[in-house]
């Protein structure tokens, strides 16, 4: 994890959430993950990145390491991204 941390500090301190990033969140992350359920308490519904609050580079440093880990989404669930959209979300954290 402490490799990501100076990527992440290297982005402007705030970001609005768009393009592919915010598709990956809402195609695979958010019916779990949003204010209303919360999941392992997680939520993922933001429409801006701060990159420069401990609290959401950390929360954004997990999301890395389950994506990366091939945590989630969960096996269980069918709708799962696809390699390139993976590498593409990686690449964005």
Same mark, same amino acid.
Do not use: I
């Given at each position: 994890?402490?490799?990501?941390?100076?990527?992440?500090?290297?982005?402007?301190?705030?970001?609005?959430?768009?393009?592919?990033?915010?598709?990956?969140?809402?195609?695979?992350?958010?019916?779990?993950?949003?204010?209303?359920?919360?999941?392992? @308490? *997680?939520?993922? =519904?933001?429409?801006?990145?701060?990159?420069?609050?401990?609290? %959401?580079?950390?929360?954004? &440093? /997990?999301?890395? @390491? *389950?994506?990366? =880990?091939?945590?989630?989404?969960?096996?269980?669930?069918?709708? %799962?991204?696809?390699?390139? &959209? /993976?590498?593409?979300?990686?690449?964005?954290?």
């Amino acid at each position: 994890m402490a490799a990501l941390l100076p990527g992440l500090l290297c982005a402007g301190p705030v970001e609005k959430l768009s393009g592919a990033p915010f598709q990956f969140l809402s195609d695979y992350c958010l019916d779990c993950h949003d204010a209303d359920t919360a999941e392992g @308490r *997680v939520v993922l =519904d933001f429409l801006e990145v701060d990159w420069q609050a401990a609290d %959401q580079t950390a929360l954004l &440093e /997990r999301v890395h @390491r *389950v994506l990366e =880990d091939d945590e989630m989404p969960p096996p269980k669930k069918r709708n %799962q991204p696809g390699s390139a &959209e /993976r590498k593409a979300m990686l690449d964005w954290l």
